[in-house]
């Protein structure tokens, strides 16, 4: 979606449409499910806490900011919505999640099978690579390379300024780039 597509989406939701709605759930849903996945780890979990995360979005639609951009609105939102629904589940290990701003999210083979970004890698250990890279530059990579956003919207998701996602991003590739380049030196 473009931006003045997410304007007009989000300003016709604030309004009550249905229809606005039903686009918002079905062009975000599958982004925020996935990502939801990687923060909690369980399906149950994600399905139930995102649906009633959108259901809460509509129910409070007239309190809602005005945006230009919806993506990292969502995001954000729902990723503080899903630790709060994990929180009280009890079902994370750490309690304290003002400590911890940074998800640590896991990659999976078939992910980086499907996404087109990756495939040039070609190694089957990139997984393992991508999950030794500290918190944050796995949650910028996870959100710029398969959740497709822009780094001026995962300065919004993840609370860091425009410059911290291109250094965290940056400093993520060449990390990978090193260790490929060391695994094609023994092989």
């Known amino acids: ?3 003045l597509t997410d304007k007009y989406i989000w300003k016709s939701l604030k309004e009550g449409d249905l229809n606005a709605f039903s ?3 079905e062009s975000y849903y599958p982004k925020l499910h996935s990502y939801g996945l990687k923060i909690s780890k369980n399906k149950a ?8 995360f ?6 409070h639609r007239e309190n809602l900011s005005d945006l230009d951009t919806i993506a990292p609105y969502l995001f954000t939102s729902y990723k503080r919505f899903l630790l709060k629904v994990m929180k009280k589940n009890e079902k994370l290990k750490q309690t304290d999640f003002s400590i911890e701003n940074f998800v640590d999210i896991q990659f999976t083979a078939e992910e980086l099978m499907t ?7 070609k190694d089957k250990n990139i997984s393992k690579l ?3 890279l500290p918190k944050r530059q796995k949650e910028a990579i996870y959100l710029k390379y398969y959740s497709g956003l822009k780094a001026t919207e995962i300065s919004e998701i993840m609370n860091i300024n425009y410059q911290s996602v291109v250094n965290t991003l940056h ?3 060449k990390s990978l780039k090193e260790e490929i380049s060391i695994i094609k030196l023994f092989n």
């Open 54 to 59: 959108f259901l809460y979005v509509y129910e």
């Open 45 to 52: 979990v994600t399905e139930d806490s995102l649906q009633d």
């Open 130 to 132: 991508l999950n030794k």
């Open 115 to 121: 996404n087109q970004e990756t495939q040039r890698f």
């Open 171 to 173: 400093k993520a590739i």
């Open 23 to 25: 686009v918002l759930f």
């Open 1 to 3: 979606m473009d931006k």
